[in-house]
């Protein structure tokens, strides 16, 4: 059966990646429906080689095409927060969702999660198709924590102290993955990491306390599940993001030929560090602003855009990021009524000016 797909942000790193896995498997995909933020020149190239009749630039549109168009699968490939309406757009038509988009599940939180039906969201990041995967092979009864692996960064092993006057530059040095600017200096402070933590609670329903961090540099084994009988199940794959991409287009089953599979033959070590928390307490925080929930996740992630944007623009230095994150978080005041798209945005428009009065304060 050919399964009909929309990819929002098809001239990013994840739609282009996606519509390759589509041109090698035109019998088993058809794009219907392709939206970019901007970009209308690559846009009509794609729609062209695809036979796409229907498009979209900018997030409005984005949303009516999802609301419109017929198709089994939403790709949202969007980066950042502005990706939340479309998830819920999503959602609410039933289409099955494969969600690369995380900030929308983890600024949406409960909306997202209440919304979606068993089963209907699946997960592209690399780390949450991993555990996704490894899950099959027990009981949601049987597990007994996720394990997140990390990559480290550019900076793993170094010390709070060396990480003072890093560069933008050597910030988005990654060793491993070919990413966006946000998401590469994410990697490089770990934020990345910690908003991945709030995404596996929401995706898979486990409680924060079971929910664990490990330094895995290589970057092949991209999770872990462990089960109650002390077994762990790990994904391994050398890093490529065709495989879980394709298996968001095509859940459960997996399309022959996407990645290359690792080489046995060949001597090699894979290692596994504890997590650095006093240089990199990214993942804590977020730990602390999973368990409050509401409007402080959106506020954690909407002070992190500000304070990346102004540390490449060389207002902050590196350590400041995070500073500024948790300083913002700490200072917020949610709303006392329900949690609403409107509350979620009003709660971010405030984080970001707070992120900036205090990068306003202290910046160089």
Do not use: C
């Not at 990646?17 to 090698?24: D, G, K, P, S």
């Not at 409005?60 to 980066?79: K, W």
């Not at 968001?248 to 089953?253: K, Q, S």
């Amino acid at each position: 059966m050919v399964r009909s797909v929309i990819i929002l942000g098809s001239s990013g790193s994840i739609g282009t990646q996606a519509l390759e896995v589509i041109r090698a498997n035109p019998r088993r995909f058809e794009v219907v429906g392709l939206a970019v933020g901007s970009n209308r020149a690559l846009l009509e190239q794609q729609a062209a080689e695809f036979g796409v009749e229907h498009t979209a630039v900018g997030i409005e549109e984005a949303v009516q095409l999802v609301r419109d168009v017929d198709a089994d699968v939403v790709l949202n490939g969007i980066t950042g927060s502005v990706g939340l309406a479309p998830t819920l757009a999503a959602l609410e038509r039933g289409t099955t969702l494969a969600l690369a988009n995380k900030e929308s599940l983890i600024v949406g939180g409960r909306l997202v999660t209440r919304l979606a039906a068993p089963g209907q969201i699946v997960p592209v990041d690399s780390e949450h198709s991993a555990i996704a995967q490894a899950l099959r092979a027990g009981t949601d009864e049987e597990v007994r924590r996720l394990v997140l692996t990390a990559s480290g960064g550019p900076f793993r092993g170094r010390t709070r102290a060396e990480l003072v006057g890093v560069t933008p530059a050597e910030a988005l040095a990654h060793p491993t993955w070919d990413m966006g600017l946000v998401v590469t200096t994410n990697s490089a402070t770990l934020v990345n990491k910690g908003l991945e933590v709030i995404e596996a609670h929401l995706l898979f329903d486990v409680e924060y306390d079971r929910i664990e961090v490990v330094v895995h540099p290589q970057s092949i084994v991209h999770s872990m599940v462990e089960f109650i009988d002390g077994s762990t199940i790990a994904q391994a794959s050398p890093p490529d993001m065709r495989l879980p991409i394709s298996l968001g287009l095509d859940w459960p089953d997996r399309v022959g030929g996407v990645g290359r599979p690792l080489d046995w033959s060949t001597a090699t070590e894979w290692t596994f560090e504890p997590l650095d928390g006093t240089a990199f307490p990214a993942v804590a925080l977020a730990k602390e602003v999973g368990r409050a929930g509401g409007e402080y996740p959106a506020v954690f992630n909407a002070a992190n855009e500000e304070a990346v944007a102004a540390f490449h623009a060389g207002r902050i230095g590196f350590l400041d990021i995070v500073d500024t994150v948790r300083a913002v978080v700490e200072s917020h005041e949610p709303s006392s009524g329900a949690l609403t798209v409107a509350s979620l945005g009003a709660a971010e428009r405030a984080a970001r000016r707070a992120a900036n009065e205090r990068i306003g304060r202290v910046g160089r």
